[in-house]
């Protein structure tokens, strides 16, 4: 029987670990219950992450806010609102609308963050990726548009992700996907039109 390779092996673990823990909770996402959940023994989990801070780690790199792929077609080079609106679209289609991402950060967040080592460290470095993507859209798309914002990018970045946390908690709740989009436009309205006050170059 040919040996699985290293990496599919690693893949699968972070895969068993993301079932039980939106399935049992983070707590119950022991070594030993991954393990089961995967069908191998203790020592290729200790193998293939060395400890359970590594395989961790994997799961929060698993969900972590991803690189936004922003669809501009048909948007006007200066339509702010437009580009905006395309990349919160954008966030929801990759992100947001995943229903079990989203239950799994808010595990994951609410379980680190009670942990001494290495939870706090990690709950940050899921938050501090998620504000890194939405400051690089900003920096390659908006700055262009605007020679003043009303606030420095990182500020901007942590208001868009906690707005984007909060409908993405609320659509958990209810699962309407048609008033968490009408939210989302409505905020890239009144971003737009902020950076447009601001601005000398929109005036």
């Not at 707590?27 to 961790?56: D, M, N, P, Q, W």
Request: glycine share 6%; hydrophobic share 45%; with cysteine.
């Amino acid at each position: 029987m040919p040996r699985t390779p290293a990496a599919v092996r690693r893949a699968e673990l972070v895969e068993a670990a993301i079932r039980v823990s939106l399935d049992e909770g983070l707590e119950a996402a022991t070594v030993r219950r991954i393990a089961a959940e995967a069908g191998v023994s203790l020592g290729t989990v200790h193998y293939c992450f060395g400890s359970k801070r590594a395989l961790l780690e994997a799961v929060v790199e698993s969900v972590s806010q991803p690189q936004l792929n922003v669809d501009l077609t048909g948007v006007e080079p200066d339509d702010l609102y437009g580009t905006i609106r395309a990349a919160f679209r954008a966030y929801w289609t990759e992100a947001g609308g995943n229903r079990d991402r989203q239950r799994l950060i808010y595990e994951l967040v609410n379980h680190l963050v009670r942990q001494d080592d290495p939870g706090p460290d990690l709950a940050r470095m899921m938050f501090r990726r998620s504000f890194a993507t939405v400051e690089h859209f900003i920096e390659e798309h908006l700055q262009g548009q605007a020679s003043v914002l009303p606030l420095p990018t990182e500020t901007i970045a942590r208001m868009i992700v906690s707005v984007t946390d909060g409908v993405a908690l609320a659509w958990i709740a209810d699962g309407d996907d048609e008033k968490a989009l009408e939210v989302l436009d409505g905020y890239a309205l009144a971003f737009a039109a902020a950076i447009s006050v601001m601005s000398p170059a929109q005036s």
